[in-house]
């Protein structure tokens, strides 16, 4: 009998109600419009359980282990007050759900961004706590990931062995503005987020670190990116340009095949695996589902896994390179 791959899932997403009224309650000039995607279906009540029915769903569709990470926005755009006290809130409750459920959950830690100092202590905490890696966005603000305030904070994150995780967001208001709207409002919303702009504005977010020198400075930091690493891995031809104005001493395309990690996010598209072997190797590449807001079904996600070219790859995608990255023994009983 053929023995099933483990499944280790690692952009799984929780609701903090607390920090999703404090968004909602946020000026028209900070709100978040994708917040609204929380509340399509049954999202919302998938996304507010981090305990058994959420076992039971991954049972169903035959995910192990989950990475528990805050659906977006997180406390990215509240102020450093609130930010502060609601990270805290929500690091304090997901480990509560990964104490409750240890070998079917692990977390990623929610920073207060908009306060750097605070979110460097917070992400010493949560490194404490045992988090085993940090889920952010490319801007607080109008304040980039790669800004020198923020470097202290990376140090950490490469310090304590802390992988971060690029998660989309929406574009400012003024890009929106000028470049995603004059559609009806869903359609305008849905071109600046899941249909094209959450991606440019995570694959710019991790062009900028490289081309800022972040991970020569931090030789250890390892970052993440969702959705086939969101359309960064597929364009070198063109950013590799780009290392020799910045007076980089390695290629673009290098620090992604020794720095940057690429998850699925659900999108279990043949051809987009097979490209993104072409550019990065089979130790870059980890699985998730980008729960709840895609949701492959076990026999989706076991038709897919037979496009891999050797069981090899297929194993270190299901499950190898996440327990190399995160540091998950092989029993997590």
């Known amino acids: ?55 039971a769903l991954m049972d169903e569709q035959g995910v192990d282990l989950q990475i528990l990470s805050l659906a977006p926005p997180g406390a990215q755009p509240l102020d450093a007050a609130d930010a502060v006290r609601l990270s805290m809130l929500a690091n304090d409750l997901a480990v509560e759900a990964v104490n409750r459920h240890p070998s079917r959950f692990r977390a990623f830690a929610t920073l207060p ?23 952010v966005y490319g801007r607080t603000g109008t304040t980039p990931l790669d800004d020198p ?18 998660h989309p967001q929406i574009p400012q208001r003024d890009v929106r503005e000028a470049a995603y709207s004059g559609f009806d409002a869903i359609t305008d919303l849905g071109l600046a987020t899941f249909g094209w702009g959450w991606h440019l504005e995570a694959a710019l977010s991790a062009l900028r670190l490289i081309v800022r020198g972040s991970l020569d400075r931090h030789p250890d930091l390892q970052l993440i990116l969702g959705h086939w690493g969101e359309l960064l891995a597929f364009w070198s031809d063109r950013t590799d340009s780009l290392s020799l104005v910045a007076g980089l001493d390695r290629r673009v395309s290098d620090y992604i095949r020794s720095d940057v990690h690429i998850t699925s996010s659900g999108m279990l598209n ?48 299901t499950s190898g390179n996440a327990r190399s990255l995160f540091g998950i023994a092989e029993s997590t009983e």
Request: no cysteine; hydrophobic share 45%; proline share 6%.
């Open 149 to 166: 305030r923020y470097d202290d904070l990376l140090a950490v994150a490469a310090a304590r062995k802390l992988p971060v995780f690029i």
């Open 113 to 135: 961004m908009a306060d750097p100092v605070a979110a460097g202590i917070e992400l010493e905490r949560a490194a404490d706590l045992g988090f085993v890696g940090v889920m």
């Open 1 to 55: 009998m053929e023995t099933r791959l483990t499944l280790i899932a690692i952009e799984e997403h929780w609701n903090l109600p607390e920090l999703t009224s404090a968004v909602k309650a946020l000026p028209a000039d900070r709100a978040d419009a994708s917040i609204a995607f929380d509340e399509m279906g049954d999202n919302l009540e998938r996304l507010d359980d981090i305990g058994d029915a959420r076992v």
């Open 270 to 317: 043949p051809t987009l695996l097979r490209h993104a072997l072409d550019v990065t190797t089979p130790d870059r590449l980890l699985f998730s589902t980008d729960y709840p807001f895609q949701r492959p079904s076990r026999s989706d996600i076991a038709e897919f896994l037979t496009a891999f070219p050797t069981d090899e790859a297929r194993e270190k995608f």
